[in-house]
């Protein structure tokens, strides 16, 4: 955890760049509520997601490379390995 305005108050020390909400001994975003609030005006909907087809596990998940290249070409993405680089300069050159 890093906190650029870690004193940002001079009297007390602590932060002063980001608030938050504690519920009991859990922690609650200010965000949380903003989103919540989104949904509930309609603004964003939300949708179950099957995990075969959850595409935030390319950039959250560690997974293996058959998963990273069915997930890639899903987002129309092109996953480069050594070998393709190369010919890729290979071809510029050309």
Not at 31 to 54: A, D, M, P, R, W
Not at 72 to 94: A, C, I, V, Y
Request: net charge negative.
């Amino acid at each position: 955890f890093a906190d650029a305005d870690h004193a940002g108050c001079q009297d007390t020390r602590r932060s002063t760049s980001g608030s938050v909400q504690f519920l009991r001994e859990r922690l609650i975003s200010w965000s949380y509520h903003f989103i919540k609030e989104q949904v509930k005006n309609g603004v964003i909907e939300l949708y179950f997601v099957n995990t075969e087809y959850q595409l935030a596990d390319l950039f959250t998940k560690a997974l293996g490379q058959d998963r990273i290249e069915v997930l890639t070409n899903k987002l129309g993405m092109r996953s480069f390995t050594p070998e393709t680089l190369k010919q890729l300069m290979n071809e510029e050159d050309e």
